[in-house]
Structure formats: structure tokens, C-alpha cells
């Protein structure tokens, strides 16, 4: 026995079934924690019910490759209602995770596909009742009507999938998933299992197909624990690190620089542009602001919102002057958005504590603001002033 005629027997179904099963059981693992973590409970509920019906389905696939069984044609049956089930069902799953909340999917075709699959089994066995002779000749029993529909599911799931945001890869399982039932019903109906190489290939692509879907589940579950950070260290609206986040991050850049700067800065009469222009022009100013203290601290520090308006950065000052870059941040501000913005620094030559620096950072702010606004304050300058007066 050659190992091609090894691999196209028992022992590469057994091989590829426990392979598939493997990658089932992970998914599985991964659905569970899903439906634990977040609150799409039904997508998350649904995919946990289809994985065992695909266990069931392989576990069914190594019983029918027993050679020399008497198998009841139910069991044949049931495999390609499985098969036909488990793919309208993982593939709607798939489809929900990354179809866009702004585009519904709709779940009726897959229900009328569904149904169709017990209706057309309906129909092939009363064009071909089981018999005793069909009872002795199990395995060589096959379904066309079924077949040919599965053919036409995976087509109409094709179609179905521009509503969807979909990877490649999704559409690359897809293909074959419809290469490896070329290859079932080319083995069932034209060659009689005479093609050891065709077997094999029918071995070799469902763990292919079933590796995608994992790497498909795996990156959404990767992508949600991503969105999850980001939105705990993130402020939603301009993208800049939330109050808390900012100053781990300042207190980080302060243990491993030698000298750090704090810029607080105010949009001017942001008041007021929310009531004459309403929300979303003051929510747009806002987020261009935001991004331009982004872009001043990018590669020497971070930026970050601290409340309303009010937005803060901190900087290394090892390279760079704090004067010059919170001077670069209101010079852009004032010509590049219609706003300006009061603009306050604190060094840690002031102070060596982040909650201090922020504290003095705000307060210089302040007095940019109450001094004709539009301006940089740095807070040595204010301490300077108090002692003078």
C-alpha cells in the first residue's frame, strides 16, 4: 500500500476529521469567551450551537468511511443536512460579526435556505425511497437533488456577501469550501472513489477551509480585545489618550526622561461656537485641534483630552524647547481650524510631581485666557509676576 492509497482510505479521513475537529474545539473555546465578554449575545450564541453540529458532521464522516459497514442510508442522509445546515449557519455567523451595525443583514434567506434543505430531502426521498435493497447498498446511495442545492446555497451565499465588510480570506474559504464539494460529488457521481488523489484532495481541503475560518474568528477576537483596550485608554470623540491614561503616560515619559514639559491648552470661546453652530461644528473644531496636538507631540511625548474642551500634552524637553513647540501648536491652531486656543506650560523644573505640573500647566492656561487669550503662559512666568507684585 502506497502511502497515496494510505492517506485516500480510513486513516487520512480519520487524519483530516480529527485535524478539522481540533480547529473546531479552539473556535469553540474562543465563541464561549465572546459570549461571556460582550453583549452580542445572539450572533455569539448561534455560533456556539453551529461548531458542535460541525463536530457532529465529522465525527458522522469518520463513521461512513468505515469500510464494509452496514450503515442505514439515514446516516447519509443526515451527513448532507449537516453539511448544507453547518455552512449556511457559520456563514451567516461570519457575515453578522463583520457586517457593519449601519447595514443590516437580514436573516430571512438564510432561515429559506434553511427550510429549503429539509423540504428538497423531503422530496429526494419520495422520488427515492429507502429500501431493503438501499439498506444493503448504503454507501454507494447517493442524493442529487440535495447535492445540486448545496451547489446553489453556496452561490447564493456568494451573493449575499456585499452587505458584508469581508476579508479575503472569507472569500477564499469560500472557494474552498465549493472546490472540496467539486471534489466529493466528482468522487460520488463520476469517478466511483477509482481517483485516490481526488479522495485525498477531499481530505485535505475542509482542514484548509476550517483553518480560515479559524484565522477569521481569531483576528475578530483579536480585533475586539483591541477595541476594548483602546476604548478604556482612548477618548472616543478626538482619539487622544482619556485623563487617566494621559498621565500614566506622563508619569512614564517623567521616570525615563530628564526633563519633561506639560502643555495645557483651552479652546477660546468654545461656548459659544456650540451654541451658534450646534454640536457637530463644535465636536469637528474640537477633533482638528486634538489631531494638531497630536501631530506637535508626536515622537516626544503624547496628547491628551482632560476634560471638555481643555486638552494637554506632555513632552520630552531633552531636544526641543516647550516654548517652541507650545508656541507651534497655537500659531497652527489659529491658522488652520477658526478657533485659537490659551495656551499654559509647566517643566519639571517647576516641579517633579505629573499632578502639579498639570495643576501649573492649567493654571498659566489661565492666565493666557484672562490676559486676551490666544497666547502661550509659561508658569515660571506667572511666578514671577506674583513675586513682582
Known sequence: MTIMQWLAGLSGQLLSSSAVI??????????????????NKRIYRLLITAIPII???????????????????????SFNILQIISFIIIN?????????????????????????TFVIA????????????????AEAFTFP??????????????????????TSKYYMSLIVFFANELARLANAYVFHGSLSWLI??????????????????????????????????????????????????????????????????????????NDTHGHHKADGVLKQVAEIIKEESSGIGAAGRYGGEELVACISTERVKPELVAESIRRRVEQETPVTISVGFSTSKESK????MIKQADEAMYHSKMTGKNKVTPFKSITAFKKSH
Not at 423531503?122 to 447498498?137: C, D, K, V, Y
Not at 437533488?145 to 469581508?166: E, K, P, W
Request: contains cysteine; charged residues 15%; proline residues 3%.
Open 55 to 77: 463536530i457532529a458532521k465529522q465525527c458522522l464522516l469518520v463513521v461512513l468511511a468505515y469500510p464494509g459497514w452496514s450503515l442505514t442510508p439515514w446516516l447519509y442522509l
Open 145 to 166: 437533488a440535495l447535492d445540486f442545492y448545496g451547489l446553489i446555497v453556496i452561490f447564493m451565499i456568494m451573493l449575499d456577501t456585499r452587505s458584508a465588510d469581508l
Open 200 to 273: 485525498l484532495l477531499g481530505h485535505l481541503l475542509p482542514i484548509v477551509y476550517f483553518t480560515l475560518l479559524f484565522i477569521l474568528l481569531f483576528e475578530w477576537v483579536i480585533e475586539r480585545l483591541m477595541s476594548t483596550y483602546q476604548s478604556s485608554i482612548m477618548d472616543g470623540l478626538t482619539g487622544l489618550y482619556n485623563r487617566r491614561h494621559f498621565a500614566a503616560k506622563a508619569e512614564l515619559l517623567l521616570r525615563s526622561s530628564k526633563a519633561i514639559a506639560v502643555i495645557f491648552c483651552d479652546i477660546d470661546n468654545f461656548k459659544k461656537l
Open 353 to 356: 510631581a505629573v499632578q502639579d
Open 92 to 116: 451567516f455567523v461570519f457575515m453578522k460579526l463583520y457586517t457593519p451595525r449601519t447595514a443590516q443583514l437580514k436573516v430571512v434567506p438564510f432561515i429559506i435556505m434553511s427550510m429549503l
Open 122 to 137: 423531503g422530496i429526494q426521498f419520495a422520488i427515492t425511497p429507502f429500501t431493503s435493497e438501499t439498506l444493503l447498498n
Open 22 to 39: 481540533v480547529i473546531l474545539i479552539l473556535m469553540l473555546i474562543m465563541s464561549v469567551r465572546l459570549y461571556v465578554s460582550y453583549r
